[in-house]
């Protein structure tokens, strides 16, 4: 577990209009990833991850989903 766990990232995607959205990370009970998504206005979203670098790297596959996933 890393001392930044708590510590949120700010992600900014090029989509039109321009997004920015921020994720943060927690370790679960069962030994699994939590992340959370804040997508502004209140709403969250989360995955469950089983290690920590997918679980901190989401953000930026956000990212690029929203820049290039969204025309496939």
Avoid at 26 to 53: I, M, N, Q, Y
């Amino acid at each position: 577990m890393r001392d930044d766990q708590s510590q949120r990232q700010v992600h900014r995607a090029a989509t039109e209009p321009p997004t920015s959205f921020s994720t943060s990370v927690a370790p679960t009970a069962r030994g699994e990833w939590l992340t959370t998504v804040d997508l502004g206005e209140g709403v969250t979203v989360s995955k469950l991850f089983e290690h920590e670098d997918e679980a901190r790297g989401y953000g930026d596959e956000l990212v690029a989903w929203l820049r290039y996933g969204q025309s496939e």
